[in-house]
């Protein structure tokens, strides 16, 4: 529907999002990689509160945490951080990101605030690890100008934000163009994780990781559809209907999830 795979792997990370004490978040980081296959993962860099404590602490505290973190848990794992728009200037921010690249983030996600989008092209000149943005941006406009600035290395695109799969495609088009990764943003849920891995399976030319989360990589395994340990898409047997339908991945899951496990999974959550 969307002319064709241009790949049938793809990478994913864990949403882990916080800094927790080091035995706690190595063996956090083992049991996603033991029980769902997850060898990349994205953490806060925040060990001490920002806005509360001596900048120049802060910044020290979260070097050593990865530091530490890197050199305690398996070399293979992939770690990134999400900064979470806490720094409002340009040298704080470039400062942090630069203590932590000897240590080899995946990247740098999200340091400032999205609304000065000129900044991170500030910020990004000087800046020794992958700077990654774009989860609040709402078209390929701003993206657009986020490009020219050469304000990301990665972007990250919510299929939900920008209005669906035509204005991603779009996006990842000009992506493509300024030779910049493209990493799906999503938080949505189960029916934006299935319209992710359409993106990544079907039009992304140069891909990152696509973000997900425990509920999501649970629904990605019992439909199917999605084989976590060796990031595959698995391919079903063509049936007549699906021949005839032409429906996309996204679809196929939304009916899957609703029809078979909707229910289970609503009801845990109450609980």
Excluded at 44 to 49: A, G, N, T
């Amino acid at each position: 529907m969307l002319g064709g795979e241009v790949r049938d792997r793809i990478k994913v990370y864990a949403g882990v999002y916080t800094a927790s004490d080091l035995p706690t978040a190595k063996d956090e980081l083992d049991r996603l990689n033991s029980e769902w296959g997850f060898s990349a993962f994205k953490l806060s860099p925040w060990r001490l509160e920002p806005n509360s404590n001596r900048w120049g602490e802060v910044v020290r505290t979260s070097a050593e945490y990865f530091r530490q973190l890197r050199e305690s848990v398996n070399q293979d794992y992939e770690i990134a951080f999400d900064a979470q728009a806490k720094i409002f200037d340009v040298n704080s921010a470039r400062q942090l990101g630069n203590v932590l690249a000897p240590y080899d983030p995946l990247f740098y996600e999200e340091p400032l605030r999205p609304e000065n989008i000129e900044l991170y092209g500030e910020l990004n000149q000087g800046l020794n690890c992958a700077l990654a943005t774009g989860e609040s941006l709402y078209s390929r406009n701003e993206f657009l100008r986020l490009l020219q600035v050469k304000g990301a290395y990665l972007i990250q695109p919510d299929i939900c934000v920008v209005g669906g799969i035509s204005e991603m495609r779009r996006i990842a088009a000009l992506a493509e163009a300024y030779f910049v990764g493209v990493a799906p943003h999503n938080p949505m849920g189960p029916l934006a994780s299935g319209m992710g891995w359409d993106a990544d399976r079907l039009l992304l030319r140069r891909s990152g990781h696509l973000q997900s989360r425990r509920m999501q990589s649970e629904i990605m395994t019992q439909t199917t559809l999605i084989d976590l340990s060796r990031w595959t898409v698995r391919r079903q047997p063509p049936t007549r209907h699906r021949r005839q339908s032409g429906r996309c991945l996204a679809s196929r899951w939304a009916a899957g999830v609703l029809r078979a496990i909707g229910p289970r999974i609503w009801r845990r959550e109450r609980r």
